[in-house]
């Protein structure tokens, strides 16, 4: 299979770092083809903004959205947009290492999600109206690829279950998982997840290249978390799920078929 | 009061810029003190690395986090860092103005917490032991102060409600609420939001400022979201709530006082 992996590090000696290089080595010699964007390497753009296109009218108000369709569609999106958009479209599988900052992903890869998932590209694809509202959630660009997130998390895991204080870590990947990867139309594997990364041993380090590895030699049989399709009858004409699916349950679990 | 506004988007005539201009004459108008930090006009360094420590060995490993909290105890961080850290002290309330992009904060908004909220300074405070596992969640370096959220969104109200496909708000501004800023010790008001952000009309404008006006006028007297406090006894000494709380209930809302 064709492997891209977006990594999101800046020391190369890092856990993420190894872990990377886990991924490619072991990838290559199970006979896939990988190619990897080091976004600290590349100097990686972080902040969205009129410099994306290469054609804006600098005295024009600048509305994002339109603004990266437009450039999308003629295009006209710099060069380091449009090339993360071919690596997107030649891989089957995405594979996402990063550590868990703030509970969210660093502020590097975020910049490459706002301005790699183009208007057109990631969102705003397909039509819009009562039956099919935009090819989104399940469907969409990246049908049929699958991503993966392999994060790596300073605290304790017992206080990422579901009662500890940080919250749930599902929860705390749903808008990753689900917001981002199942919303522009890829499946999205289990997390591969490193708790109190900062305190990894060189054997414990071992132990985490054999579960990872494990992980990675199942990629093509691997279950996908079953998200709800958008536009499969679950949800209404108001992209509200149905009631008869709500189980006394709330949150985001809600969008995980049982 | 004193007032700091983190300001995230690329466009002066956007939305998002009219309403950080609202907040800033209102409040002065009201005899506040406010200060700004555009951070897209500060061209603010947005990616997490070495560089943020003045006296950073090259040849060593980068932890992020320890070196993080040296240059932090050795007043070596970088000046702009240094900078916002004497905002945040200086102020009473913090306002947070962006826009909501692939349901999170702009990467250049992600830049400034994984940059400014330091180790030692917003997380790493206090005693870690059995009774107090760190001055976080309600404590901290920023007790006393609030913090308030004003996002601007793209999609419909109804798409964000408990049913909604992308999941419920609340849910997803809670690595921004809970993790960021109470685990830094913040109260956190309600936050002021405008859904369907693109198709504002001047009249709509007109009815947001007088909205978001009125919270603004409320800032002293408002409810902050009542989070647990980490430190109280709700939480075990592994930091998960205790039973006696979970009423058949799951998810952030765990964490919010009934």
Redesign the interface.
């Known amino acids: 299979m064709n492997i891209f992996i977006v990594y999101a590090h800046?020391?190369p000696?890092?856990l993420n770092g190894s872990l990377k290089d886990v991924a490619v080595n072991f990838l290559r010699s199970s006979g896939h083809e990988v190619i990897v964007s080091d976004?600290?390497a590349m100097s990686?753009k972080?902040?969205?903004?009129?410099n994306d296109f290469t054609r804006h009218n600098s005295d024009q108000?600048?509305?994002?959205?339109?603004a990266s369709a437009q450039a999308y569609h003629h295009g006209t999106q710099s060069n380091d947009i449009e090339k993360e958009q071919e690596k997107l479209l030649w891989a089957d599988v995405v594979i996402f290492q990063f550590p868990f900052?703030?509970?969210?992903?660093?502020?590097?890869l975020?910049?490459w999600?706002?301005r790699v998932?183009a208007c057109g590209f990631a969102y705003g694809v397909g039509q819009y109206d009562k039956k099919n509202y935009g090819n989104r959630?399940g469907e969409g660009t990246f049908k049929g690829k699958k991503g993966l997130l392999s994060v790596t998390i300073?605290g304790?895991k017992?206080?990422y279950?579901?009662?500890?204080?940080?919250?749930?870590i599902d929860?705390?990947l749903?808008?990753i998982h689900?917001?981002?990867l199942w919303y522009a139309g890829m499946s999205v594997l289990p997390p591969f997840i490193v708790y109190q990364a900062?305190k990894t041993s060189e054997k414990q380090f071992e132990n985490y290249k054999l579960q990872y590895q494990e992980r990675l030699s199942r990629l093509r049989a691997a279950q996908p978390i079953p998200f709800r399709y958008?536009n499969n009858g679950d949800?209404n004409h108001?992209?509200?799920?149905k009631?008869k699916f709500?189980n006394?349950?709330?949150?985001?679990?809600?969008?995980v078929e049982e």
Chains 1, 2 share one sequence.
């Open positions: 800046p020391e000696r890092s976004l600290y990686w972080t902040a969205a903004d009129r108000r600048l509305f994002y959205m339109y900052w703030w509970f969210g992903m660093p502020a590097i975020k910049g999600f706002d998932f959630y300073g304790r017992h206080q279950d579901q009662r500890g204080i940080n919250g749930p929860d705390l749903f808008p689900h917001g981002m900062d958008q949800y108001r992209q509200q799920l009631r709500v006394g349950e709330s949150g985001f679990s809600l969008h």
